[in-house]
Every structure is written in C-alpha cells, then in structure tokens.
C-alpha cells in the first residue's frame, strides 16, 4: 500500500473488547486490530481509528477496555462516537425495538440512537476526561 501512495488508512473496528466486536458481529478482534495498526505503522502509513461507543452489552468495563486498547496503539487521530444511529431492517433495529427504544412506526430517517441503559452520564463524562489528555481524539 505504500509502495502504491497510500499515506493513510481509516481502521473503523468499534471497539477493542473481544465481547463487543462479537455482538456487533464483527469477523476479527483486537488481536488483529493490533497487527494491522503495527503493519500500517512500520509502512509510515498515518491511522485514524473509529470507536462506537454505548451500543447492544456496552458496560463501563467494555468502555474502559476499548479506551485503553486504542490508547496502546500508534493511531494518529481517533475518532469517538457515543450512541449508534439506529438503521431500517438492522440487527440494531430489531434489539432496539425489542427494548423498546423505537417503535414500529417510527421513521428512522429522522436519526434516532441506540444507547445501552445505565451509560449515561457516565460514558460522556468518562470519554472527555479521555479526550481532555489526548489531543488527537476526539468525539
């Protein structure tokens, strides 16, 4: 890739807990995450990272393992997301639905957010103690 001009890469993975990236069924896990940021790094090849932070089984231990893993890698930006927007005909959708975040009739092209219960305040005020100490993240 850096033999071909590429300077930087967007790593989306979500999160770094291996339980997270199952529910959000996702095919690899942190292991991989940490070999691929290693490769880009030793290639020169910048990296911003994308967190989703609050979705379906998020606890504050998930929370604080992802912020800790991303923390350990060379990543030159990250970005934080808190809450996930809620798609049409989604696995999301139907969890949401089911827990009563949404309803049939909602029109979902009006953004609503899925946000596991008992989070809140707590993600918020825990990312921008985060985020206060870390200049190149931000949410």
Not at 58 to 79: H, M, P
Not at 106 to 115: E, G, I, R, S
Not at 117 to 136: F, M
Request: aromatic share 10%; charged share 25%.
């Amino acid at each position: 890739m850096s033999e071909a001009g590429c300077t930087e890469v967007s790593l989306g993975f979500e999160s770094g807990s291996e339980n997270i990236l199952h529910v959000m069924n996702k095919r690899f896990g942190p292991k991989e995450i940490r070999q691929a940021s290693r490769l880009l790094a030793e290639h020169d090849i910048r990296q911003m990272g994308f967190l989703l932070l609050g979705g379906p089984g998020e606890t504050k231990e998930t929370v604080e393992e992802s912020l800790s893993f991303v923390d350990s890698l060379s990543l030159n930006a990250l970005k934080i997301t808190i809450g996930i927007c809620i798609y049409p005909y989604t696995g999301l959708a139907s969890i949401a639905l089911r827990e009563g975040l949404i309803s049939p009739d909602d029109n979902l092209l009006f953004p609503k957010f899925y946000m596991a219960k008992d989070l809140e305040p707590w993600l918020r005020e825990t990312v921008d103690a985060w985020v206060a100490e870390r200049p190149n993240w931000i949410y």
